[in-house]
């Protein structure tokens, strides 16, 4: 059977593209959770930062955006909001002023028991099976480890 080219413009067909089905899976996975985290006041960045913060309360901000791939410029409002809402607290390092540090406030870290549901919920709604994810998500980290290579 003879293989028929691929055009120039098929290459730029958007359900060619990695990067949008990338995309649209992750703004999918995005709008599960949100009636999840609604439950909890949380947004999903928010979700995202609490699952560094339970995990390593009272770190630096700048530990936090590691972490999360994100820049305090990014972090900063984010975390003025969780503070407003009274699920950490934001102080100054003792040793360098410059730094801002990061704990939970004990609203913050009752709501871990809550937060444990949804990991179950979510392999649910993804009809994928604990393996599967598994293997997705070491996939994706190797992909985003050889793309920030060059950071």
Known sequence: ????????????????????????ASHALTK?????????GLTYPQYLVMLVLWKNDGIL???IGEAL???????????????VGEFISRQRDLQDERQVRIKLT????NLKKDAEKIPQKIL???GQNPEQLSELRKQLQQ???????DD
């Open 106 to 109: 004990s609203k913050g870290k």
């Open 69 to 83: 791939f994100l820049d305090s410029g990014t972090l900063t409002p984010l975390l003025k909001r969780m503070e």
């Open 32 to 40: 599960t959770y949100k009636p999840l985290l609604d439950e909890l």
């Open 124 to 126: 649910c709604a993804s």
């Open 61 to 63: 901000v700048k530990d």
């Open 1 to 24: 059977m003879k293989k028929t080219p691929v055009s120039q413009n098929d290459f730029l067909a958007l359900d060619r593209q990695f990067c949008f089905a990338l995309y649209s």
């Open 143 to 149: 992909l985003r480890h050889v793309l920030h290579a």
